[in-house]
């Protein structure tokens, strides 16, 4: 797969690692930035990854920011995007075969590198179930996307 990866300063050191790590299970990762621990906002960074994500240039995003919060928020103003927040296990699991999340957004100042590492690694590793009801609540989040634009 294609991952979109990008942080603010906050998730920066975390961002670091899992760029390595999306890298070593043989995905191919571009990172939006930043690339240090120098104050930017996040919006930037988050907003870019969505864009290309629901662009179709990437598969999925992965954001990092001190909380993952903020970093969601963002991305979730983009028509098309399922931002979610991984922080265990579980959500890692059922956003994506639930929710089938396009991006994903973790707290470097809640979750430790070991736990980061795994959850990533299940988010990618989890396909969408495809099952009919999930399907169509993602359709129904699809329609209101259509409705806020001709609002």
């Known amino acids: 797969m294609k991952i979109a990866i990008g942080s ?3 998730g920066f ?3 670091e690692h ?3 790590l999306v890298s070593s299970l043989g995905h191919e990762v571009d ?3 930043c690339y240090s621990c120098e104050s930017v906002d996040y919006p930037d ?3 870019a990854v969505a864009r290309s994500v629901a662009a179709g240039r990437f598969d999925r995003g992965i954001l990092v920011c001190g909380s993952g919060q903020g970093t969601c928020i963002a991305a979730n103003k983009i028509q098309g995007i399922r931002a979610t ?3 265990d296990l579980y959500a890692a699991t059922y956003t994506r075969s639930h929710n089938d999340a396009n991006v994903m957004t973790l707290g470097e100042r809640i979750v430790g590198p070991g736990l980061a590492e795994a959850i990533v690694a299940t988010w990618l590793a989890t396909e969408f179930s495809g099952d009919a009801r999930h399907q ?4 129904k989040i699809h329609e209101a996307e259509q409705e806020g634009m001709n609002a």
């Open 85 to 87: 927040l991984c922080n």
């Open 13 to 15: 050191v975390l961002k």
């Open 45 to 47: 960074v988050s907003l």
């Open 136 to 139: 169509r609540r993602i359709d």
């Open 31 to 33: 990172d939006f930035g």
């Open 18 to 20: 899992l760029r390595a």
């Open 8 to 10: 603010d300063h906050a």
